[in-house]
């Protein structure tokens, strides 16, 4: 059974930081791809980061150079370094994978497995 828990989110000011972690269990980071998602309000969910398993990564343009994602294999965890944040940067985050890691695309509905989310507030 594939679980992910997020933890880290919580509030703080424009240009202030934030690290979210994606403990994952069932299924090997090391392995395979694992994102994370936003959903801001009023918008739909949008993928921001993605590690790849040979630890390449890709980010949405609105995030690249302030984002970092990283995993850290003997913990089984995926985390999202969050600098210079931005009040637009406010949102619901979640960690997701495919079955298998057969799918490390941007498309939402490709993905099987998902945390519960972890809200994230910046203030200006």
């Known amino acids: 059974q594939v679980q992910l828990v997020e933890s880290g989110g919580g509030s703080v000011q424009a240009g202030g930081s934030l690290r979210l972690s994606c403990q994952v269990s069932g299924y090997t980071v090391r392995d395979n791809c694992v994102a994370w998602f936003r959903q801001r309000p009023g918008k739909e969910r949008e993928r921001v980061a993605l590690l790849y398993s040979g630890g390449s990564a890709v980010y949405a343009d609105p995030v690249r150079g302030r984002f970092t994602i990283s995993r850290e294999d003997a913990k089984n965890t995926v985390y999202l370094q969050m600098d210079s944040m931005q009040p637009e940067d406010t949102g619901m985050y979640s960690c997701?994978?495919?079955?298998?890691?057969?799918?490390?695309?941007?498309?939402?509905?490709?993905?099987?497995?998902w945390g519960q989310g972890t809200q994230v507030t910046v203030s200006s």
């Open positions: 997701a994978a495919a079955y298998g890691g057969y799918y490390c695309g941007p498309i939402t509905s490709r993905y099987d497995y």
